[in-house]
């Protein structure tokens, strides 16, 4: 067992410590011997007294015994433990108190002397007790058979990260070097920018982060040293207190010693890891009935004891009998049976005790595997809980959105704030011209005099509900929806019928090859209506509704007729996932506009365009697309899901241009394998959020949570779970919407999978976001597209080799390319194990894991919970979910896209 042993002073502080049962199950005080008083407190008192002739103030010497998990160690061999360390630091017949405690299913035991030697009035000198306690666990370790950790069979291969943070972080730092300690503080402060960060900083170097007395905030380190953090951070308290709030909540100095010895705390808020109400209240009931039945048991030992003694006296002879017993030695023999007797009872209640401590302690740890908020393995819990610890090498960080003005330029002419505004939102309140002006203008004065002159600028335009835009913006829609309804009003493009006929054929030939299925009905009909007469055509398709066999057959259709087809969509991962999945040659839009600007003509008359993901097109940029394309005299198809990822540009001109014009719709939903999954994600689709949570809740595939740490846990345990169940074919992948919270679950996954499996030293490089580690095995995603490296924003893969010089990756979706970063020419890359909802529109993996902010509204919650096949698991957590009650009353979205009819060719 593992013995540490201690001079401590304050005696009356240790007997209120040792006699705690707030914090432990069961206290048993064992044994006060060669003491006056028989309570612990007055033991102490009687040791401090005696102290006082001598110059010893740390008068008392208490070691705790621990057995190994899982041993069964009896009141005997804890008694023989403690004899053979009295034997070996000289402290036998030393005045002694044992006590019992038992938490979390485990029984460990603390024997204190007291170290005054009254005959001669001086403290025994515990010279070298370490050490000597250490021989004694090793021997006892032998005896028992009890498997022997490292640290005791070779000193050398002690690794201290392998114990306590706190012995991790004594052993990092410098010992009492002033210097490397006020570089360690300031460190701490330098790379945290929250009160959280800061408190984590600390306690991965060994410190807790406190409020003391008078100091505010304080550092208390393992041996409860106290180190002003003003001070050593360098900080002025004032601008402590602005970073980090107010100290009153935090632990005091005591708490934060207990935390050190792994004591739970007097007040449940500075718990390290909460308990749920239901394991609380679970815990109490048991408590109180194993203290029950043991005072039960203890009161019938008594009962019992009473009676044998009675019927062991009356075995006795009396009288003349007594005299003659005396004479013939009988005497004596029923003396001895009678001890003998007396001995076998004692045993057997001794027995009867361990057996029902015992039973205690299997019930206790039975009741601890079973508590929600830590139903983890001890392996995984040592994974996951370091895991969501940030690494301090790795930092986030976030380019600033730069106006398209200066400040002076903005004083200037205050009316540019209309275009900056009309930038990103189609039409917007007064209110939001002020609060624009105010970020770039603080002179009051100059303020109001700005908002005036934006207000009354020719450029702004009252709309009929009080809010405004832009007579740009204005001009901008009018002039899309003429464009649009000329397409559509004009022809030329009609493919015909033989060649759909055989597209289809084809089609349904290699899908009941591969699937055993064929072309549905709705996609005949999307069918039909893109290779029509018009020049301007709309497909509404569902997440996962089978858009991209629609294109692939429609592709061939076209290319029989010999017409040229294009693609296209904003993102750079969306133009190669449609090029992957249709054969349609696609690129960007930004990509097909900079070719129009420079006098290239890359489509021409009688061509087709199809644009992807048009949901996400802003009006401007649909605007230009459409003017060109009509004096070009080329076709026009727009697919994808005006209920998806909203344009970051104005407008929602998809969603009007369907309302205006109609369009074919696919609602059937293929990518999900469960019927119930494809039922959610329409019900998604169709804004029931409520109703697909409650499909999912009910599957137990939604996680709810106190707080962000115990969601990550709870995702971390999930995804190492599926990950060894599904193996290297089974795609992973985890959505946040917020950079930050994908930042923190790349963090936490990567951590957490090199916890768990021998993975090769990684290298930090430096990256547009931060400094990022990388080691063959890990994820990446790329985050510029980039012509040389024929890469895109988006695109996911699996680092093969990595070191200074160069990043060597597999890309996903095609085993065979593998692409080389020169991490000095391209910095646009970043861990991929987790994306942001924006960068997830179109993706398809296995298994999914949504971690659920405040930020989501409802068609980012759409995407997000759309992206599988085959699982989804939604963690939401109290701190910081969305308004999912809000959700739940918005009425559906309006589906007024009208159906139109195609003669059956």
């Known amino acids: 067992m593992i013995l540490e042993g201690n001079e401590r002073g304050f005696g009356a502080e240790l007997a209120r410590h040792l006699l705690n049962t707030r914090d432990n199950d069961h206290v048993t005080v064992h044994a006060v011997e060669g003491f006056i008083a028989d309570d612990l407190a007055g033991a102490f008192a009687e040791s401090e007294a005696i102290a006082q002739g001598t110059q010893c103030r740390k008068y008392l010497f208490s070691v705790s015994l621990n057995p190994p998990p899982g041993a069964k160690v009896t009141v005997e061999e804890f008694e023989d ?76 291969r002690r690794d201290p990260l392998n114990y306590s943070r706190a012995e991790a972080g004594q052993a990092k730092r410098a010992a009492h070097d002033p210097a490397a300690i006020k570089a360690l503080f300031k460190k701490c402060w330098e790379q945290s920018d929250s009160r959280a960060g800061f408190a984590a900083a600390l306690w991965t170097e060994g410190y807790c982060l406190a409020h003391g007395d008078q100091r505010g905030f304080v550092a208390v380190d393992a041996d409860g040293k106290i180190w002003s953090l003003s001070r050593w951070c360098g900080v002025k308290p004032k601008d402590l207190r602005a970073r980090l709030g107010e100290p009153n909540d935090l632990p005091s100095v005591e708490d934060a010693v207990k935390l050190f010895e792994g ?104 009741l601890e595997s079973r508590k929600n908020a830590l139903d ?75 908002i005036d002159t934006a207000l009354v600028s020719p450029e702004l335009v009252r709309l009929e509900n009080g809010d405004f835009t832009t007579r740009d913006y204005r001009d901008t829609g009018q002039k899309l929806e003429t464009d649009a309804k000329a397409m559509a009003a004009s022809g030329g493009f009609a493919v015909g019928a033989h060649h759909i006929e055989q597209s289809m054929q084809e089609q349904d030939k290699r899908l009941q090859d591969r699937f055993g299925a064929l072309l549905s009905d709705e996609q ?60 349609i040659e696609s690129r960007t839009l930004a990509s097909l506009e900079t070719s129009w600007k420079n006098g290239y003509e890359p489509i021409a008359k009688g061509d087709v365009l199809v644009i992807d993901e048009a949901g996400m097109v ?68 169709e804004g029931r959020i409520q109703e697909a949570l409650k499909a999912y809740d009910a599957d137990a595939c939604v996680h709810r949570s106190a707080g962000q740490e115990a969601a990550l846990t709870a995702l971390l345990e999930d995804y190492i779970k599926d990950r060894e169940m599904g193996g290297p074919s089974s795609t992973q992948l985890a959505f946040a919407h917020r950079r930050k919270d994908v930042f923190a679950l790349n963090q936490a996954i990567r951590r957490a999978l090199r916890l768990s499996a021998d993975m090769e030293r990684d290298t930090i490089f430096a990256t547009e976001t931060g400094p990022r580690a990388f080691a063959p095995g890990d994820r990446i995603v790329f985050t510029r597209n980039d012509k040389e490296l024929d890469v895109k924003n988006g695109m996911l893969g699996t680092v093969e080799t990595a070191d200074a010089n160069h990043i060597a990756v597999r890309l996903d979706g095609d085993t065979t390319r593998r692409v080389t970063i020169d991490p000095d020419r391209y910095r646009h890359f970043d861990h991929g194990y987790a994306v942001t909802i924006h960068k997830s529109q179109g993706a398809t993996v296995d298994h999914s894991y949504v971690l659920a902010s405040r930020s989501m509204d409802e068609p980012l919650t759409y995407v997000a919970m759309t992206r599988h096949r085959d699982t989804l698991r939604l963690y939401l957590n109290q701190e910081d979910q969305p308004d999912w009650s809000t959700l739940a009353n918005t009425e559906p979205r309006p589906r007024i896209i009208r159906a139109r009819r195609f003669e059956q060719s």
């Not at 038992?102 to 007291?114: F, I």
């Not at 398709?541 to 029989?560: C, D, I, Q, Y």
């Open 524 to 583: 005949r009909t999307a069918l039909r209506q893109i290779l029509g007469d018009d020049k301007f055509s709309c497909v509404v398709g569902l997440a996962g509704s089978g858009k991209s066999v629609m294109l692939e057959t429609a592709h061939n259709a076209w290319t029989r007729q010999g017409i040229r087809v294009h693609g296209a969509a904003l993102s750079g991962k969306a133009a190669e996932g449609l090029r992957n999945a249709s054969g």
């Open 263 to 366: 004591l739970p705390l007097a007040d449940p808020k500075t718990k390290v890891i909460p308990t749920s109400r239901e394991f609380a209240e679970s815990l109490q009931r048991l408590v109180e009935s194993q203290r029950q039945e043991r005072d039960a048991l203890i009161a019938a030992q008594e009962r019992r004891l009473v009676a044998e003694t009675l019927a062991r006296k009356a075995r006795m002879p009396r009288g003349l009998r007594a005299a003659w017993a005396r004479l013939n030695g009988s005497y004596e023999r029923l003396l001895g049976e009678l001890a003998r007797e007396a001995a076998a009872c004692a045993t057997r209640d001794r027995a009867e005790r361990q057996e029902l401590i015992d039973r205690h302690l299997a019930d206790r740890r039975l």
């Open 376 to 450: 983890l393995s001890k392996a995984l819990d040592e994974i996951f809980l370091e895991a969501v610890r940030p690494d301090r090498r790795q930092r986030l960080l976030l380019p600033n959105d730069a106006a398209p003005f200066t400040r002076a330029q903005l004083a200037e002419k205050p009316d540019l704030i209309l275009m900056h505004l009309s930038h990103k939102k189609a039409s917007f309140r007064d209110l939001d011209i002020k609060r624009a002006l105010t970020e770039f203008i603080d002179d009051p004065l100059l303020l109001r005099s700005a």
């Open 618 to 685: 802003g009006t401007r940029q649909m605007m230009r697309i459409t003017t060109k394309l009509r004096k070009v005299g080329a076709k026009l198809v727009l697919i994808g899901d005006p209920g998806q990822l909203q344009p970051i540009e104005a407008g929602a001109p998809f969603r009007d241009l369907i309302e205006s014009h109609g369009a074919a719709r696919l609602e059937q939903i293929h990518r999900q394998k469960e019927a119930w999954q494809r039922h959610a994600s329409r019900d998604l689709a």
């Open 81 to 156: 433990a403690i004899g053979r360390i009295e034997a070996k630091l000289g402290l036998a017949g030393q005045p002694r108190a044992i006590i019992f405690h038992e938490k979390h299913g485990r029984r460990h035991a603390h024997c204190v002397w007291s170290r005054i030697d009254p005959a001669h009035m001086r403290a025994i000198n515990m010279a070298h007790s370490k050490r000597k306690l250490m021989d004694i666990s090793i021997t006892l370790y032998r005896d028992h058979g009890w498997s022997m950790p490292e640290g005791f069979l070779d000193h050398a």
